[in-house]
């Protein structure tokens, strides 16, 4: 039966069929990518990308030395986007905890109805930038902080809904049942069954967000929401670049700072 | 005289055992909040008068309005998807040299370290100050944000690939070396054949991710759809801008379902 004549003199993993399906696939990225190249330069000014290296030596050459007499006038912005990005976590988890218990599959009242409304809310949220939401806040309730920890409130509830409803959906249904049969109601089950096994869970996302949050309340003032990007914006509209070097540093420290700050907590925690 | 047992069990606090620093934590948690509060300045007067606006947004995104800017909206949009398309793709492209360079496994410890320094630099460089960057750099337009989008990328695609190869099956790796296979021969067969259908989601997220960043880098002057949506904020017609944030979102939810579905068919 199994003649060996049969069989193909050269192995290869994939058919003919298959390869050439791959590499026509291939092919179309390659044409899709020159068409897009096509359109995306076809405003570009050429003679500015050429000069490019020229600008950055400018740019480079004026942001050396950095002015550091520049940076006690930076503690008070810099304790501004700490707020920001403290205060709009905590506001972003209060919101993003209802969302995620109507989200999940095993929480939500109703799967066909309720579900994909949070569903929605929580994709919403992750696709429009803290900085966008910034941008409206500002022309609805004026520039300032709290703009600001709205903004990051907002876009906090796609990031923290999403993971926290996939760790309410991964809870041991043995414990729920357990409490179950003791005669608990449904608040009763979410205080005892469910919250114990995810509150672990929602620390360590708070705490994530937090840390992500720093990095783009440094950049909300650009839109007139308060903190170290509002310096950020008048340093280089007035050209004063020394200034802008003091600046990326000292959003570059607090960045690094509350990564190992965060990396610190969460390792405690889980 | 036998021990006094507690009656009633309480669950012992994990995190902070020691009561003393526990309290003193709790209190400096506090502190810190009420500091905090007290620092957001509220102009009441001016929220309300911004309510009117907050009312007329709320309208103009039940309402959008695609047809009076549209040649804006789509300008900004075939933008933004062009950047997002061919950044994506360059940006790949040079990542996975980085991200074979920054893998322990395969390389000596000098290009380890260098491949690691540009994985880092990328890293910590929010997009939007790389923008402003470009942008002075190269003029305002969609070409700064390309760069800013491929930039972004070699910083993600890189580590996350450098982390996949470090983590690899070793014992392939093994077999392949002990037929006597040159360092290229080793990626082609046993690497390659274990991080491609990691590294081709890992591609499709980026896209969707750098879709979403190309809305943003638009307002610091880098084209796309945010240039779009900044103007018509600006110009306070908010029907124009609801319009353009129902567009993203349904963007964002396209590429999101799409790209899951077409990892599952690859893998």
């Known amino acids: ?270 | 005289m036998t021990a006094q047992y507690p009656t009633t069990w309480r669950r012992p606090h994990q995190i902070v055992p020691d009561r003393r620093l526990r309290i003193a934590l709790q209190i400096g948690v506090l502190v810190y909040l009420a500091l905090a509060f007290s620092t957001v300045e509220v102009n009441w007067q001016r929220v309300t008068e911004g309510m009117e606006r907050g009312q007329r947004f709320i309208m103009g995104f039940l309402q959008p309005d695609f047809t009076s800017r549209w040649r804006d909206i789509s300008q900004g949009l075939i933008e933004s998807l062009t950047m997002t398309l061919t950044s994506t793709v360059v940006g790949v492209l040079i990542s996975v040299p980085i991200g074979i360079g920054a893998a322990r496994n395969l390389v000596p410890r000098p290009v380890y370290l260098v491949c690691r320094a540009i994985v880092a630099v990328s890293r910590s460089l929010q997009e939007v100050i790389v923008a402003i960057f470009l942008v002075a750099m190269f003029g305002f337009g969609p070409f700064a944000g390309f760069l800013t989008l491929t930039f972004a990328t070699i910083g993600f695609i890189a580590k996350l690939l450098a982390d996949d190869i470090e983590e690899i099956d070793e014992t392939q790796a093994e077999a392949i070396r002990a037929t006597g296979a040159t360092w290229f021969q080793l990626l082609d067969y046993a690497i390659k054949p274990q991080i491609m259908p990691r590294l081709i989601g890992l591609s499709l997220y980026r896209l969707d991710i750098n879709f979403r960043e190309s809305a943003v880098i638009g307002i610091v002057g880098a084209g796309g759809i945010g240039a779009t949506l900044n103007t018509s904020i600006d110009r306070y017609e908010y029907d124009s801008a609801g319009a353009i944030l129902l567009i993203i979102i349904a963007i964002v939810m396209v590429a999101e379902y799409s790209s899951s579905y077409l990892r599952k068919f690859l893998q």
């Open chain 1, 1 to 270: 039966m199994s003649d060996i004549s049969m069989l193909p003199a050269d192995w290869s993993l994939r058919s003919r069929a298959k390869r050439i399906a791959i590499w026509m696939g291939w092919l179309a990225l390659v044409a899709l990518f020159v068409w897009c190249w096509q359109i995306m330069t076809e405003t570009t000014i050429w003679a500015f990308v050429w000069d490019a290296p020229r600008q950055a030596q400018d740019i480079g050459g004026r942001m050396l030395p950095p002015e550091w007499g520049y940076l006690p006038e930076l503690m008070q912005p810099l304790w501004d986007t700490l707020n920001i990005a403290t205060l709009g976590t905590i506001g972003g988890v209060i919101m993003a905890v209802p969302v995620a218990l109507l989200a999940a599959r095993n929480t939500t009242p109703s799967a066909t109805f309720l579900r994909p409304i949070a569903l929605f809310i929580i994709v919403a949220s992750r696709s429009i930038n803290s900085l966008i939401w910034a941008l409206l806040l500002v022309t609805i309730i004026g520039p300032g902080l709290l703009a600001g920890i709205i903004a990051i409130a907002l876009r906090s509830i796609g990031f923290i809904g999403k993971l926290f409803y996939e760790a309410i959906e991964e809870t041991d249904p043995k414990q729920i049942e357990a409490i179950l049969a003791t005669g608990a109601g449904p608040a009763q089950v979410l205080t005892y069954g469910v919250v114990p096994q995810v509150m672990p869970a929602l620390w360590g996302i708070s705490v994530f967000r937090w840390d992500i949050n720093i990095r783009e309340s440094a950049i909300l003032g650009l839109v007139g929401a308060g903190g170290i990007g509002l310096k950020l914006n008048a340093s280089m509209a007035t050209l004063a670049w020394d200034q802008v070097a003091v600046i990326l540093l000292l959003i570059l420290a607090t960045v690094v700072v509350s990564e190992w700050v965060s990396a610190v907590i969460r390792r405690t925690i889980i």
